[in-house]
């Protein structure tokens, strides 16, 4: 059954963001946002750094990396040959053979595990780290001195010298092919990780993808060559391309993109990792907002709330504290069978299912407690145990199911490496946003023509897009030729178009020129 499910990613461009919504069935089980505004503190980020403060009680420094909150970096996350690292970080300069200087550096000595980081790190020094975990809440990051640059098939690692094969690849003959097949093409003083996704792959593949992951940390020398402040080194890649790199060997169906930018850099992505899967993405050139043309922003409404219903009047409640969350079950308004134990059964079961796809949507991290609505027989209590766990199994993020509790508590712990998701599903009054007061709805036409009158005076191009509710849309177009939006291109000779957005109040209205920039 699991292979005929119908997977879409849907990725939405806009001038401030970048949405990836992947959908399994036309339902939304994961959400990513990448702000396309500046520089955030992203996991797999690879910053030089700068040692703050030794900590010897924890074992462990604060690193300065450009955030207000200072980063984390503890002794046993410095890696087995961070003083290859350091070497390489005080001798690089513009002037040296860079290639010809990091293969002849020796990778002696490696760190002890009982080591203490005030013999290693001092105040002031230049370090470069990784982040493993993105700031969350008042926590600044938490970083790794032992980089690693991950491809879909291979995990490449600098200053290393071993290559090792994923446990998940059961045929020792391919093992053995793979492990020989990197370790004749790897450069000296790289290590690698074979993925399990490897499987099979030709050397071609392979090899291309090694060579790129070797090219991306390579080209990072040139900036730290130049300056030894504290800086971004590189970034890892788009959202788009990590969520395929993670996520292509499930097989998508299709792969939407509304941006032919981005469009490109996800084609050249995929036919670099799975060359047969190129054809399934796919520009977008509808009029609607591709999200509300897949129904994405629908579910988002609906699934981010506090209250999120499930099947047949069933409903979970969803809290979030600093130090967990709680998601609480209830049966609502189910109607009540003569077997009450089966149907509190079946209720738990759908909350099973909603539960785990609010953790993947939400990306919920941390402890999380649910109350589920008491059983009485130990059997009931197993199977949905397992069945959680069933349901879990996909979830990418390190995670452990605990039986229940004599209470009906079943608690989950799920790794966090950013912050939740959280989307704001409660709007401003749209009538009055928020004061209590409004003018006529009737002269919504005339402050709209308002702003028109004044874009139409200042823009030579006399091309521009409106973007308003399906309602507030209905009420301009209404009448063949004698609409107000008629009446509108009439009089200003200009090329209007309507377009409207599910996810706007009702009387909302925007103007944008006809390369997607807001004017007004």
């Not at 992203?42 to 700068?50: A, H, Q």
Request: include cysteine.
């Amino acid at each position: 059954m699991e292979s005929e499910s119908v997977k879409d990613l849907i990725v939405d461009v806009e001038s401030t963001e970048v949405s990836i919504a992947l959908m399994e069935n036309h339902r939304l089980i994961e959400l990513n946002k990448e702000s396309s505004q500046g520089h955030r503190f992203c996991l797999g980020d690879v910053y030089l750094g700068k040692v703050k403060k030794l900590l010897p009680a924890l074992n462990a420094a604060f690193v300065d990396i450009g955030d207000e909150k200072e980063a984390f970096v503890h002794y046993l996350d410095l890696g087995l040959y961070f003083n290859a690292y350091d070497e390489f970080v005080k001798r690089i300069n513009p002037n040296t053979d860079h290639k010809g200087m990091y293969s002849h550096i020796k990778l002696e000595s490696p760190l002890p595990k009982e080591g203490k980081i005030e013999n290693v790190l001092s105040v002031g020094q230049m370090i470069l780290v990784q982040i493993v975990k993105e700031p969350i809440s008042t926590k600044g990051s938490r970083l790794t001195a032992e980089i690693s640059l991950a491809g879909r098939n291979i995990v490449l690692l600098p200053f290393a010298n071993k290559v090792s094969v994923s446990q998940k690849i059961s045929s020792k003959e391919e093992k053995r092919r793979l492990e020989l097949l990197v370790k004749n093409i790897l450069p000296r003083n790289y290590g690698a990780i074979i993925r399990t996704a490897a499987e099979g792959k030709s050397s071609e593949i392979l090899d291309a993808e090694l060579l790129s992951l070797v090219n991306k940390w390579e080209d990072s020398w040139r900036k730290l060559a130049r300056s030894k402040t504290v800086q971004l080194l590189f970034t890892e890649y788009s959202k788009a391309t990590v969520v395929l790199r993670d996520l292509l060997n499930d097989s998508f169906s299709n792969i939407y993109v509304n941006d032919e930018n981005t469009y490109e850099e996800v084609r050249k992505y995929v036919s670099l990792i799975s060359p047969e899967q190129e054809k399934i993405v796919k520009l977008y050139k509808e009029k609607a907002p591709i999200f509300d043309h897949f129904e994405v922003t629908r579910q988002i409404k609906s699934s981010f709330g506090k209250v999120v219903p499930i099947k047949q009047g069933a409903y979970l409640v969803i809290e979030h504290t600093e130090a967990l969350h709680v998601v609480d079950v209830n049966s609502g308004t189910r109607a009540k069978n003569k077997e009450q134990e089966q149907n509190t059964y079946d209720v738990n079961c759908y909350a099973a299912e909603e539960i785990a796809r609010q953790m993947r949507l939400r990306d919920m991290g941390g402890i999380v407690i649910v109350d589920f609505i008491d059983m009485e027989t130990n059997e009931h209590r197993n199977n949905l145990f397992k069945y959680m766990q069933e349901l879990m199994a996909n979830d990418r993020a390190k995670h452990n199911v605990l039986p229940l509790t004599k209470f009906g508590l079943m608690q989950i712990t799920r790794q966090r490496v950013r912050p939740a998701t959280e989307i704001n599903t409660q709007e401003v009054c749209p009538v009055c946003n928020g004061t209590g007061k409004i003018s006529s709805s009737v002269v919504i036409d005339e402050t709209i023509e308002r702003k028109l009158s004044g874009l139409m005076s200042e823009n030579a191009d006399r091309s521009l897009v409106l973007k308003v509710s399906p309602i507030l849309g209905a009420y301009l177009k209404k009448g063949l030729f004698n609409s107000i939006y008629a009446k509108w291109k009439k009089k200003y000779k200009c090329a209007l178009k309507i377009v409207e957005v599910t996810d706007f109040t009702v009387l909302q209205n925007e103007f944008y020129d006809e390369n997607g920039a807001r004017l007004d």
